[in-house]
Nanobody, 120 residues
Framework: QVQLVESGGGLVQAGGSLRLSCAAS????????MAWYRQAPGKQRDLVAT???????NYVDSVKGRFTISRDNAKNTVYLQMNSLRPDDTAVYYC??????????????WGQGTQVTVSS
């Protein structure tokens, strides 16, 4: 059974930084795309950033230049470095990954979420 476990959330003042981590565990054959999403109270879950197996990245416009997604394939871990945080970055952050186990097709998995709160 595959699990994605996030860590690194918390409370930070505007302008501060946080680094989120998400580690995949279980019987994993390979991991392709990995991503971070976020969901603010009363809003839908939105994509924040994605990263391919070879390190290609994409970001939503609102975080470009402030957030950096990276991954360590040897550790099955994806990171989100968040700098210059703003109150509107407050949300529950979720990691997401396409993971292949012993089955021929990859499945999409979600982490449980980690709260990020930015105070003004």
């Amino acid at each position: 059974q595959v699990q994605l476990v996030e860590s690194g959330g918390g409370l930070v003042q505007a302008g501060g930084s946080l680094r989120l981590s998400c580690a995949a565990s279980g019987t994993i054959s390979s991991i392709s795309a990995m991503a971070w999403y976020r969901q603010a109270p009363g809003k839908q879950r939105d994509l924040v950033a994605t990263i391919t197996t070879t390190g290609g990245t994409n970001y939503v416009d609102s975080v470009k230049g402030r957030f950096t997604i990276s991954r360590d394939n040897a550790k099955n871990t994806v990171y989100l470095q968040m700098n210059s945080l703003r109150p509107d970055d407050t949300a529950v952050y979720y990691c997401n990954a396409d993971i292949r186990t012993t089955l021929p097709r990859a499945k999409n998995y979600w982490g449980q979420g980690t709260q990020v709160t930015v105070s003004s």
